[in-house]
């Protein structure tokens, strides 16, 4: 998502202690280190993105003692060791340099957000080992012909809100809107969402009245308000991340501007982190895009569930769903392959297959992206629900924000 999130590099964290977490499910006496499936992966525990790493980590954990209770990964039991990169981009590729080199773990799972999964691959891919990511949807992360890395969520960036795209372009003309503005946060993530909703309502005919790109230290948008109020723009489409979703709605109340439909890409899924943020008659009719919703009707969705909430306590946000779709998908290869040692063998059987995840099924494109399409969620009375497409629906009205239902 998000998620997959923001975009500049951290300060280098040189000095920093490296944080080593070991999640087992099995005890001294019941596996020996020699039955023991190592997996590794890096996650930033610490710094600007240290909430998706923690969630990221909680998700890969529930699946470590669901697949420990089920009688193992091929019959063995599974560790994952888990190293704090501190949100920083030299300390994400030593961190996999040692846990290939040093560690000598078995297999792979990717980091947390785009800007930290583009150094990762390239050392996985070096070491040609593959690499399975729950938070990469950069399309930068896929022109470099690798071979081994894959998504682990539905889309790449560029074709997130696609189906909400075509939604709006297929309403009835007298609810469709005529000018959209675009403030979009300067990220890598967040820039590729907004382009590829404006290049679908652009065709369709709806204007483009502003477009504005703001940097990622943008805390006030009053200023912002106002342009969009003055160009006359009768839907809102930002490309953000989660703060500054948050002061967007803030804003638009200040400047008691309500267009009929706002889409948010990312900050709409911190779930009760953006309710406290905005309220929930802010975030009623707010529209978004998501890989995951609790009340999904997907293969192992409520044991999963069930499961992280006796681990973790309350319902599991999108980056934990995430991180579990990815190691399923790294499972299901070994398990098919019927063998960790052969790098390739897994890599070709993922290219050439289908994995049902609590995210739905999933399958990829040469390049590794997925083929699939994003979940479009909402907001309605503090409740997040899926409203498109319709056979994933946990509801069937679909609000303007802050308003009736169309």
């Known amino acids: 998502m998000r998620r997959s999130t923001a975009l500049r590099a951290i300060a280098s964290t040189a000095g920093l202690l490296s944080v080593v977490l070991v999640t087992s499910a099995c005890t001294a006496d019941s596996s020996s280190e020699a039955d023991t499936i190592t997996i590794g992966a890096s996650l930033p525990l610490t710094g600007e993105f240290s909430q998706g790493g923690l969630d990221t980590q909680q998700g890969y954990e529930t699946w470590v003692a669901m697949t420990n209770e089920a009688g193992g990964l091929l019959g063995s039991d599974v560790e994952i060791i888990v190293k704090d990169d501190a949100t920083n981009q030299n300390t994400v590729v030593t961190n996999y340099n040692n846990l290939i080199s040093e560690e000598g773990v078995d297999l792979l799972l990717g980091s947390q957000s785009s800007l930290l999964n583009i150094p990762a691959s390239a050392v996985a891919e070096r070491n040609k080992m593959v690499f399975v990511c729950p938070s990469c949807g950069s399309p930068d992360m896929y022109n470099r012909g690798f071979e081994y890395i894959f998504f682990s969520q539905q889309a790449i960036a560029t074709s997130q809100a696609r189906v909400f795209a075509e939604w709006i372009v297929d309403l009835p003309e007298d609810q469709r809107p005529a000018t959209v503005a675009y403030p979009t946060l300067d990220d890598p993530f967040a820039g590729p969402v907004a382009e590829g909703a404006e290049k679908i309502l652009s065709a369709a005919g709806i204007k483009t009245v502003y477009k504005d790109i703001y940097p990622s230290t943008t805390k006030n948008f009053d200023a912002i308000v106002a342009a969009i109020k003055d160009s006359g723009a009768e839907m809102i489409f930002q490309g953000s991340q989660f703060e500054d979703g948050v002061n967007m709605i803030r804003s638009l109340n200040l400047a008691n501007l309500e267009p009929a439909i706002l889409y948010q890409s990312s900050a709409p899924t911190y779930g009760q982190q953006f309710l406290d943020g905005v309220g929930a008659e802010n975030a009623h009719g707010v529209f978004f895009s998501s890989s ?60 050439a297959n289908e994995v049902p995840t609590i995210l739905g099924s999933l399958s990829w494109n040469e390049d590794g992206s997925p083929t699939g399409d994003f979940l479009v969620g909402q907001w309605q009375e503090g409740v997040s629900h899926v409203v498109l497409p319709t056979e994933a629906a946990t509801t069937s009205t679909v609000y303007r924000w802050r308003g009736d239902a169309f």
Do not use: R
């Open 292 to 351: 995951y919703n609790v009340l999904a009707k997907t293969p192992g969705n409520p044991e999963f569930v069930a499961k992280y909430e006796e681990l973790f306590g309350g319902e599991p946000p999108e980056d934990a769903a995430d991180g579990f779709a990815a190691a399923e998908v790294l499972a299901a290869a070994v398990e098919a392959v019927g063998s960790i040692d052969d790098q390739k063998a897994l890599a070709d059987w993922l290219h």
